[in-house]
Structure formats: C-alpha cells, structure tokens
C-alpha cells in the first residue's frame, strides 16, 4: 500500500475526509495527486506537499493526476460521474483502480464507460475516517481481480473499517453508514434542544449531552455488552428512564428509522436511474 500511487479526482468533504485520514495514516505525500474545483483549494493542498491541480485553470486537471495512478478515487458528485470518467477513459492504466464514492451511481454505470478497465469498484466510505473512525462499504465489479479489491480495502483500512459487501447491499449501507453521521448529529441537535428547553444554558446542554453520548459509546464498545442490555440496566421498573423509552417506542421511533432509510434507499434508485 506505502508504494501505490493514488489519486483522488475532486476533494469535496468525502474525498477531503479520505485523503487527509490517509495523510494522517503516514502515506507517502509524494504518492499522493488530487484535482479540486478551485485554485485556492488546490494551492491549499500544494502548500500541505499535495500535487493538486484546479479544473477552473486546469481543464484537463483530471486526466492530468489520474494519468499515472494505481488507485483513482473519485469522489465527484453522481451526476458528474459519467463526465468524469469520459475525462479519464484512455489516459489511465488499464490496471488502474478505478473508485466511486458516489451514491447511487451502478457499477454497470462505470463500466459502460470505462469498457477497457476491469478493476472498478464502488464504495460508501463516511466522514468519521477524518479521525480514523471511518466505516466503508466496498462493492467491486465481477471483472475486478483480487489484488485491486486487497488495494482498495488497504485504502479505506487506513481511515477505519471496510467491509466488502455485493452492490445489491450497498445503498442501504449508505442510508446506515455512508449517511450515518448526520442521523447521529441530528439527534444531538434535537437532544440538546430539548436540554435547553429545560432550562440549562447552551453550553451546559452541549456537556450533558455529548459527554453522556460518548461515554455511552465508550462503554459500549469496552464492556462488548449488546446495547439493549446495557440499556436494561440504566432503565429501573417504574421509574424516570422507563417512562422515556415507553414514550420513544409509543412514538414508533423503529418505523420513523426504518421509513427514514428507506426513502434514502429509493432516493438512491433513482439517482442511478436518472
């Protein structure tokens, strides 16, 4: 993985959070390219040790930094995959991998273009892999080898966990994962709302309630206990926090989260039908 050349085509939030969980990993910044919307963006990455290059001065800026890659990761919006590809189609090695973090947008979608490439791989990495927490579900197409699946899980490996899954999974994983952290960032807006509602300060109600989040999640993960179980405990019969949960499982806070991830799903379809 240290040797691989890799290039990240567009440095939105995703592919930022991505490459600078790299960096953070200790890959090599000098086998690391990138292509950004703006030139101020762009200087900011050369100025970090980037080789970056801007489409508004650069309009061949993509076929320019995927050119010599190992590992091309695309981190675009959906609807500029296809041009995107377009861009690289005949500059890039054959055995290049070629990676969407794309939501929405089908292998067969990537293939159609790139019909010379068989080493194309979707995935649905999250935001956390800033800090090396990340999660990312990784689909390869049936003409990927083994070798550029290994890379590609070696890539995400460096900013959290990978788990390989068909394409069939993969646009729920992104309504669970991929769209995770703004499920868990919406809760604490509402969380903290309601604290201040009782009247603790704004800054009193950011410590109650995200110190208890992450101290639960710690727990969580340091006792292995199943979260109903660790739940059992903090709920005594009859008391405060019972009447809670009773008022949560009256709300049918299960079906609110399941019709939540399924319209991210259907969305997700229609994106790749459009």
Not at 108 to 121: C, G, K, Q, Y
Request: aromatic share 4%; charged share 20%; glycine share 8%.
């Amino acid at each position: 993985m240290d040797n691989l050349r890799i290039a990240f085509i567009g440095t939105g939030s995703m592919g930022s959070a991505v490459l600078d969980g790299l960096l953070a990993a200790g890959h090599p910044k000098s086998l690391i390219s990138a292509t950004t919307k703006t030139e101020a963006k762009a200087k900011a990455l050369r100025d970090r040790g980037i080789s970056a290059l801007a489409g508004e001065t650069s309009p061949d800026a993509n076929a320019l930094m995927a050119g010599d890659a190992d590992l091309i990761v695309i981190g675009v919006k959906p609807y500029q995959i296809v041009d995107v590809l377009t861009e690289l189609k005949g500059e890039i090695g054959k055995n290049a991998v070629v990676i969407s973090m794309a939501a929405g947008i089908q292998l067969s979608t990537m293939a159609a273009v790139l019909d010379e490439n068989p080493n194309i791989i979707r995935t649905m990495p999250n935001t956390p892999a800033l800090v090396g927490k990340g999660v990312t579900g990784l689909a390869a197409a049936s003409s990927a080898s083994q070798d550029a699946i290994a890379a590609a899980s070696a890539l995400f490996e460096a900013v959290g966990s990978v788990l390989v899954i068909p394409e069939s999974q993969i646009d729920a994983l992104s309504a669970v994962s991929g769209s995770g952290p703004a499920w868990v960032y919406y809760i604490i807006e509402q969380w903290e709302k309601v604290a201040i509602a009782q009247g603790f300060s704004e800054q009193d109600a950011k410590l109650l309630v995200r110190q208890t989040l992450a101290g639960s999640v710690e727990l969580l993960e340091s006792t292995g206990e199943e979260p109903s179980e660790l739940r059992r405990k903090v709920t005594s019969p009859g008391g405060t926090t019972e009447r809670i949960i009773a008022t949560m499982q009256q709300a049918d806070l299960h079906g609110i989260f399941a019709q939540s991830l399924n319209a991210a799903v259907a969305r997700a379809r229609e994106i790749a039908n459009s």
